[in-house]
């Protein structure tokens, strides 16, 4: 049973059940309003596909991260400890193999090879990260917030081939849809970004131990707090700008859920970052930064709602 346990750790079982929700809502409360019914099958397997990529992900990175995570978070080591090494190399060499299976399975080649190609590479970069990017002033940060807006767009882009002349001819519904998944692509991109320079932050001591140069090692803390500040503003200002937009719609719930559980939240984040210092004030901003990521992927229930 403890061994269990330790594995969902690893796999960060929280995370992708984020990944599975973000999936669910966005099929039920923004595609389907706007089309009407979709294939559940195809929708079952793409997540299938997003949460084993997305498990083999955090599999290598705790892997390659043992040194480092064993004086950032030794209470919270598992590889070695509870899961052998060979076997999370097995596992992550499974998992990635599944979650390329169930792309395919989902997606027929002929009509969306670049979306297989897509995760593939998804997969590759998931390595890549692990063993080299993380390890550079923001590459790793924008990989990771690319890949967690790619939970949404490969939802998007499963819907209809991409081609010149569907392009051309999207209607009202398609711009519709695609300004939706904007939107959503984009708020998860910034506020995973911001999340990851806070936990780069956080672990900025045993980073520097090995060798990693992580925007608060190369540019310092007080340069790395503005930079998440600025992003923080933007999010917040272009959210408040969005409800202007809604106030004709009349969507008040929406309005006020957007202000009291996504805005006034990063507004706290960004009062408490200019006295944050130490490691738990990191940790416990990025938490905080991780609710507002799930106040953002509930907000599709409005769209439901009010459809």
């Not at 009349?250 to 309005?255: A, D, Q």
Request: hydrophobic share 55%; net charge positive.
């Amino acid at each position: 049973m403890k061994t269990i346990l330790a594995f969902l750790k690893l796999i960060r079982w929280q995370n992708l059940l984020f990944i599975v929700l973000t999936q669910v809502l966005y099929d039920y409360c923004i595609y389907q309003p706007i089309y009407g019914s979709n294939s559940a099958q195809q929708l079952v397997l793409i997540i299938l596909a997003s949460v084993l990529i997305a498990a083999a992900g955090y599999i290598i990175n705790d892997y390659f991260d043992l040194n480092i995570d064993q004086i950032n978070k030794p209470d919270r080591v598992i590889v070695n400890n509870a899961v052998s090494r060979r076997w999370a190399i097995f596992w992550h060499l499974v998992f990635s193999l599944l979650g390329l299976f169930f792309t395919v399975m989902a997606l027929p080649p002929s009509l969306f090879w670049y979306l297989i190609l897509a995760n593939l590479l998804s997969i590759l970069l998931l390595w890549l990260y692990s063993t080299n990017f993380k390890k550079q002033l923001l590459v790793g940060n924008v990989i990771i917030s690319m890949l967690t807006s790619w939970v949404i767009l490969i939802l998007f882009f499963s819907k209809t081939p991409l081609s010149v002349d569907n392009i051309i001819s999207a209607d009202h519904k398609e711009i519709r849809l695609f300004r939706l998944t904007m939107l959503y692509a984009g708020f998860a991109f910034i506020i995973s970004l911001i999340r990851e320079v806070l936990k780069d932050m956080e672990d900025r001591v045993g980073d520097a131990r090995y060798g990693c140069r992580t925007m608060p090692i190369v540019w310092g803390l007080p340069a790395s707090k503005v930079f998440v500040a600025v992003w923080i503003i933007v999010l917040a200002g272009t959210l408040v700008i969005l409800q202007l937009y809604v106030l004709a719609y009349g969507w008040w719930l929406s309005i006020a859920y957007c202000l009291l559980a996504i805005v006034a939240p990063l507004l706290i984040v960004l009062s408490k970052l200019t006295a944050a210092q130490s490691q738990q004030d990191f940790h416990l901003l990025s938490r905080y930064v991780k609710g507002i990521m799930f106040a953002g992927i509930l907000s599709m229930l409005f769209f439901y709602y009010y459809h």
